[in-house]
T-cell receptor, first 114, second 112 residues
Framework: DTAVSQTPKYLVTQMGNDKSIKCEQNLGHDTMYWYKQDSKKFLKIMFS???????INETVPNRFSPKSPDKAHLNLHINSLELGDSAVYFC?????????????FGNGTRLTVT | GNSVTQMEGPVTLSEEAFLTINCTYTATGYPSLFWYVQYPGEGLQLLLKATKADDKGSNKGFEATYRKETTSFHLEKGSVQVSDSAVYFC???????????FGTGTRLLVSP
Protein backbone atom coordinates (compact mmCIF):
# COMPACT_ATOMS: atom_id res chain seq x y z
CA ASP A 1 0.00 0.00 0.00
CA THR A 2 2.90 2.30 -0.81
CA ALA A 3 1.69 5.86 -1.27
CA VAL A 4 4.20 7.09 -3.86
CA SER A 5 6.06 4.35 -5.71
CA GLN A 6 8.86 4.71 -8.21
CA THR A 7 10.43 2.15 -10.48
CA PRO A 8 13.12 1.15 -10.89
CA LYS A 9 14.93 1.70 -7.61
CA TYR A 10 18.33 1.48 -9.29
CA LEU A 11 19.21 2.21 -12.89
CA VAL A 12 22.69 1.77 -14.34
CA THR A 13 23.19 2.67 -17.98
CA GLN A 14 25.71 3.98 -20.48
CA MET A 15 26.07 7.45 -21.88
CA GLY A 16 23.88 8.13 -24.87
CA ASN A 17 21.12 5.71 -23.89
CA ASP A 18 17.47 6.63 -23.35
CA LYS A 19 15.75 5.57 -20.14
CA SER A 20 12.48 6.10 -18.27
CA ILE A 21 11.53 6.25 -14.61
CA LYS A 22 7.94 5.61 -13.62
CA CYS A 23 6.01 7.10 -10.71
CA GLU A 24 2.57 6.32 -9.37
CA GLN A 25 0.70 7.68 -6.37
CA ASN A 26 -2.41 6.17 -4.80
CA LEU A 27 -3.19 9.09 -2.52
CA GLY A 28 -5.65 10.78 -4.84
CA HIS A 29 -3.41 13.86 -5.02
CA ASP A 30 -3.77 16.39 -7.79
CA THR A 31 -0.15 17.51 -8.02
CA MET A 32 3.00 15.54 -8.75
CA TYR A 33 6.66 16.52 -8.93
CA TRP A 34 10.08 15.36 -9.98
CA TYR A 35 13.08 16.39 -7.89
CA LYS A 36 16.76 15.71 -8.53
CA GLN A 37 19.17 15.09 -5.64
CA ASP A 38 22.84 15.33 -6.50
CA SER A 39 25.79 13.63 -4.82
CA LYS A 40 25.97 16.39 -2.21
CA LYS A 41 22.33 15.79 -1.25
CA PHE A 42 21.22 19.08 -2.82
CA LEU A 43 17.59 18.71 -3.80
CA LYS A 44 16.13 20.72 -6.66
CA ILE A 45 12.74 20.69 -8.32
CA MET A 46 12.63 19.74 -11.98
CA PHE A 47 8.93 19.62 -12.88
CA SER A 48 5.50 19.82 -11.35
CA UNK A 49 2.19 18.77 -12.84
CA UNK A 50 -1.30 19.56 -11.62
CA UNK A 51 -4.06 17.37 -12.99
CA UNK A 52 -1.87 16.32 -15.93
CA UNK A 53 -0.97 19.93 -16.75
CA UNK A 54 2.64 21.13 -16.59
CA UNK A 55 3.00 23.87 -13.98
CA ILE A 56 6.73 24.16 -13.33
CA ASN A 57 9.64 23.44 -15.64
CA GLU A 58 12.82 24.55 -13.91
CA THR A 59 15.19 25.12 -16.82
CA VAL A 60 15.77 21.44 -17.22
CA PRO A 61 17.46 20.33 -20.48
CA ASN A 62 14.91 19.24 -23.05
CA ARG A 63 16.46 15.77 -22.99
CA PHE A 64 14.21 15.34 -19.95
CA SER A 65 10.56 14.91 -20.84
CA PRO A 66 7.92 14.29 -18.20
CA LYS A 67 4.67 12.61 -19.17
CA SER A 68 1.50 12.44 -17.12
CA PRO A 69 -1.05 10.04 -18.65
CA ASP A 70 -3.38 10.65 -15.70
CA LYS A 71 -3.16 12.48 -12.43
CA ALA A 72 -1.93 9.38 -10.57
CA HIS A 73 1.11 8.90 -12.81
CA LEU A 74 4.08 11.07 -13.70
CA ASN A 75 6.83 9.40 -15.69
CA LEU A 76 10.22 10.85 -16.55
CA HIS A 77 11.92 10.03 -19.82
CA ILE A 78 15.54 10.96 -20.38
CA ASN A 79 17.16 10.95 -23.82
CA SER A 80 20.87 10.80 -24.63
CA LEU A 81 21.96 10.29 -21.04
CA GLU A 82 25.07 12.14 -19.86
CA LEU A 83 27.45 11.51 -16.95
CA GLY A 84 26.07 14.58 -15.17
CA ASP A 85 22.62 13.03 -15.08
CA SER A 86 23.83 10.61 -12.41
CA ALA A 87 21.77 11.42 -9.31
CA VAL A 88 18.86 10.23 -7.24
CA TYR A 89 15.51 11.24 -8.74
CA PHE A 90 12.55 11.61 -6.43
CA CYS A 91 8.92 11.69 -7.36
CA UNK A 92 6.52 13.43 -4.99
CA UNK A 93 2.87 14.34 -4.76
CA UNK A 94 0.71 16.76 -2.81
CA UNK A 95 -3.05 17.16 -2.40
CA UNK A 96 -3.14 20.55 -4.04
CA UNK A 97 -1.03 22.76 -6.22
CA UNK A 98 1.67 24.59 -4.35
CA UNK A 99 3.75 24.06 -1.26
CA UNK A 100 1.23 24.73 1.50
CA UNK A 101 0.43 21.03 1.68
CA UNK A 102 3.08 18.50 2.69
CA UNK A 103 4.82 16.70 -0.12
CA UNK A 104 4.81 12.91 -0.08
CA PHE A 105 8.00 11.52 -1.58
CA GLY A 106 8.78 8.20 -3.18
CA ASN A 107 11.92 6.31 -2.15
CA GLY A 108 13.92 7.56 -5.09
CA THR A 109 15.56 6.11 -8.18
CA ARG A 110 19.35 6.07 -8.17
CA LEU A 111 20.53 6.66 -11.73
CA THR A 112 24.16 5.91 -12.57
CA VAL A 113 25.43 6.82 -16.01
CA THR A 114 28.76 5.27 -17.00
CA GLY B 1 15.86 34.68 -5.36
CA ASN B 2 14.63 32.85 -2.31
CA SER B 3 17.11 30.53 -0.66
CA VAL B 4 17.77 28.43 2.42
CA THR B 5 21.10 28.01 4.19
CA GLN B 6 21.75 25.14 6.58
CA MET B 7 24.72 24.33 8.75
CA GLU B 8 27.21 21.92 7.27
CA GLY B 9 27.23 18.42 8.59
CA PRO B 10 27.65 15.84 9.69
CA VAL B 11 26.46 16.58 13.19
CA THR B 12 27.65 13.79 15.46
CA LEU B 13 26.04 13.35 18.87
CA SER B 14 25.73 10.78 21.60
CA GLU B 15 22.31 9.45 22.51
CA GLU B 16 20.31 11.80 24.79
CA ALA B 17 22.33 14.86 23.76
CA PHE B 18 20.66 18.14 22.81
CA LEU B 19 20.34 18.84 19.11
CA THR B 20 20.33 22.11 17.22
CA ILE B 21 20.49 22.31 13.43
CA ASN B 22 20.65 25.87 12.17
CA CYS B 23 18.61 27.12 9.25
CA THR B 24 18.36 30.66 7.91
CA TYR B 25 16.48 31.86 4.89
CA THR B 26 16.25 34.68 2.38
CA ALA B 27 12.83 35.39 0.97
CA THR B 28 10.57 38.08 -0.38
CA GLY B 29 7.16 38.11 1.16
CA TYR B 30 6.13 35.71 3.87
CA PRO B 31 7.01 32.11 3.06
CA SER B 32 6.00 29.04 5.01
CA LEU B 33 8.91 27.11 6.50
CA PHE B 34 9.38 23.35 6.74
CA TRP B 35 11.69 20.68 8.05
CA TYR B 36 11.83 17.42 6.13
CA VAL B 37 13.74 14.29 7.22
CA GLN B 38 15.28 11.62 4.98
CA TYR B 39 16.09 8.26 6.58
CA PRO B 40 18.63 6.05 4.79
CA GLY B 41 17.29 4.61 1.55
CA GLU B 42 13.99 6.47 1.79
CA GLY B 43 12.33 9.57 0.41
CA LEU B 44 11.83 12.76 2.37
CA GLN B 45 9.06 13.02 4.96
CA LEU B 46 7.60 16.17 6.41
CA LEU B 47 8.76 16.55 10.02
CA LEU B 48 7.18 19.88 10.95
CA LYS B 49 6.16 23.23 9.54
CA ALA B 50 5.32 26.81 10.48
CA THR B 51 3.27 29.13 8.32
CA LYS B 52 3.75 32.54 9.95
CA ALA B 53 6.11 34.48 12.17
CA ASP B 54 6.44 33.24 15.79
CA ASP B 55 4.67 29.97 14.94
CA LYS B 56 6.28 26.90 16.48
CA GLY B 57 6.15 23.63 14.60
CA SER B 58 6.64 20.43 16.58
CA ASN B 59 6.58 16.70 15.98
CA LYS B 60 8.24 13.61 17.52
CA GLY B 61 10.05 15.74 20.08
CA PHE B 62 11.49 18.09 17.44
CA GLU B 63 10.65 21.80 17.48
CA ALA B 64 11.38 24.83 15.33
CA THR B 65 10.20 28.42 15.71
CA TYR B 66 9.67 30.79 12.76
CA ARG B 67 11.77 33.86 13.64
CA LYS B 68 11.13 36.66 11.19
CA GLU B 69 13.50 39.10 12.89
CA THR B 70 16.47 36.76 12.46
CA THR B 71 15.09 34.97 9.35
CA SER B 72 15.74 31.64 11.05
CA PHE B 73 13.98 28.32 11.62
CA HIS B 74 16.42 26.29 13.73
CA LEU B 75 15.54 22.67 14.48
CA GLU B 76 15.91 21.47 18.09
CA LYS B 77 15.39 18.32 20.07
CA GLY B 78 16.06 17.92 23.75
CA SER B 79 17.26 14.31 23.73
CA VAL B 80 18.21 12.57 20.50
CA GLN B 81 17.99 8.84 19.86
CA VAL B 82 19.98 6.57 17.57
CA SER B 83 16.85 6.28 15.43
CA ASP B 84 16.99 10.03 14.72
CA SER B 85 20.07 9.48 12.54
CA ALA B 86 19.07 10.86 9.15
CA VAL B 87 19.49 13.84 6.84
CA TYR B 88 17.42 16.88 7.77
CA PHE B 89 16.32 19.43 5.17
CA CYS B 90 15.07 22.92 5.85
CA UNK B 91 12.78 24.32 3.15
CA UNK B 92 10.63 27.30 2.32
CA UNK B 93 7.69 27.76 0.01
CA UNK B 94 8.45 29.89 -2.98
CA UNK B 95 6.72 31.57 -5.90
CA UNK B 96 3.37 31.99 -4.30
CA UNK B 97 3.63 28.53 -2.81
CA UNK B 98 4.16 26.92 -6.19
CA UNK B 99 7.20 25.00 -5.02
CA UNK B 100 9.56 24.23 -2.17
CA UNK B 101 13.13 25.48 -2.06
CA PHE B 102 15.33 23.15 -0.04
CA GLY B 103 18.54 23.71 1.85
CA THR B 104 21.48 21.40 1.24
CA GLY B 105 20.58 19.06 4.09
CA THR B 106 22.40 18.29 7.36
CA ARG B 107 23.34 14.74 8.21
CA LEU B 108 22.81 13.78 11.85
CA LEU B 109 24.64 10.78 13.29
CA VAL B 110 23.66 9.62 16.77
CA SER B 111 25.77 7.00 18.51
CA PRO B 112 24.68 4.83 21.46
Amino acid sequence: DTAVSQTPKYLVTQMGNDKSIKCEQNLGHDTMYWYKQDSKKFLKIMFSYNNKELIINETVPNRFSPKSPDKAHLNLHINSLELGDSAVYFCASSPEQGARSPLHFGNGTRLTVT
Amino acid sequence: GNSVTQMEGPVTLSEEAFLTINCTYTATGYPSLFWYVQYPGEGLQLLLKATKADDKGSNKGFEATYRKETTSFHLEKGSVQVSDSAVYFCALSDRGFQKLVFGTGTRLLVSP
